[in-house]
Structures are given as C-alpha cells and as structure tokens.
C-alpha cells in the first residue's frame, strides 16, 4: 500500500528555502503597495522592511548549508 515517506535533512531544507523565498517575495509586493500610497504608514513599512531582511538572511543560511564546502 502507500508506505509514509521521510524527507531527508536536505528536503527539509530545500522546503523551507522555499517557503522562506515565498514570504520574502510576498512582503517585497507587500513593500511596494505600501510604498506606493501617499499615506503609507513609516513605522509598518520599516518594520515590513526589516522583516524582509531578516528573511534574506535566513535564506542566505540555509542556502550555505544546502551547498557542500569544496576546498581547493
């Protein structure tokens, strides 16, 4: 019958890469209508950017563990 699967580590990773990558692109569009209104509120789209950082720095991590160290 369907036997239950187990994702290794590394699809693990790759799955949370990409719902990182997702939420980035979400708050840049999130950004961008905010962004383009006269009236946007200063302290949420700070905190949207702010948010949108730490979220590359995330995808900057596990992008790192994802790719094998070669030494020369």
């Not at 692109?25 to 999130?30: M, P, S, T, Y």
């Not at 992008?63 to 030494?71: G, N, R």
């Amino acid at each position: 019958m369907n036997a239950p699967t187990e994702l290794t580590p590394e699809e693990v990773l790759r799955i949370k890469l990409e719902v990182l990558r997702r939420e980035h692109r979400d708050l840049d569009a999130a950004i961008a209508a905010m962004d383009g209104t006269a009236r946007a509120d200063q302290l949420a789209l700070r905190r949207l950017k702010k948010r949108k950082l730490a979220l590359k720095d995330q995808i900057a991590r596990l992008e790192d563990q994802l790719t094998p160290d070669i030494i020369a």
